[in-house]
């Protein structure tokens, strides 16, 4: 099999943060006194890089994909990510790699790296090493720098292959 090209697809997330939910970001579940609100469980990680990969590959985006029914109704980020890897291989595209980061103000996320990363690798049945996750902070500004809101974006590169034959 040889390449035939190759894709690049951004995806963006942003979910305000409120008392009484869980904190999912990249399908961990992170202690907060706070969590994200949202019509799923709101992982605005796995949502940026399943914008990214769907956009990448040509689908549109998660709102076409996963609206706010019943259906998805506290989905997971993780489910939401299989659903996707299963979109993107039917048409015959493979990840080459992700690139992501968060912006959070609190908590400190660093400790979750490789834990997000594989839980999003499991669920797109790709190898851990070809996801990146970094953290940043709003550093006082805005939504995010005060607290309110957490964001996420994501790159990815797809190839697309195609039989020798």
């Not at 579940?29 to 940026?48: P, R, T």
């Not at 109704?73 to 992501?100: P, Q």
């Not at 805005?142 to 996420?152: R, S």
């Amino acid at each position: 099999m040889k390449a035939k090209g190759y894709r690049i697809g951004i995806g963006y997330d942003i979910h305000p943060l409120i008392k009484g939910r869980k904190l999912i970001l990249g399908g961990v579940e992170i202690e907060h006194h706070k969590g994200l609100d949202g019509h799923s469980d709101a992982d605005v990680l796995a949502h940026a890089l399943g914008d990214a990969l769907l956009g990448a590959a040509g689908l549109g985006d998660l709102g076409q994909h996963f609206p706010e029914t019943e259906e998805w109704r506290d989905v997971s980020g993780l489910i939401i990510l299989k659903k996707i890897s299963a979109l993107i291989i039917r048409e015959g595209y493979e990840i080459v790699n992700v690139d992501s980061i968060v912006n959070a103000e609190s908590p400190s996320l660093s400790a979750y790296r490789l834990d997000m990363a594989r839980n999003m690798a499991g669920a797109l049945g790709i190898d851990s090493e070809k996801i990146s996750v970094k953290f940043t902070r709003g550093e006082g500004m805005g939504a995010v720098g005060t607290g309110e809101a957490m964001e996420a974006r994501a790159v990815v590169i797809l190839s697309k292959f195609e039989n020798d034959n």
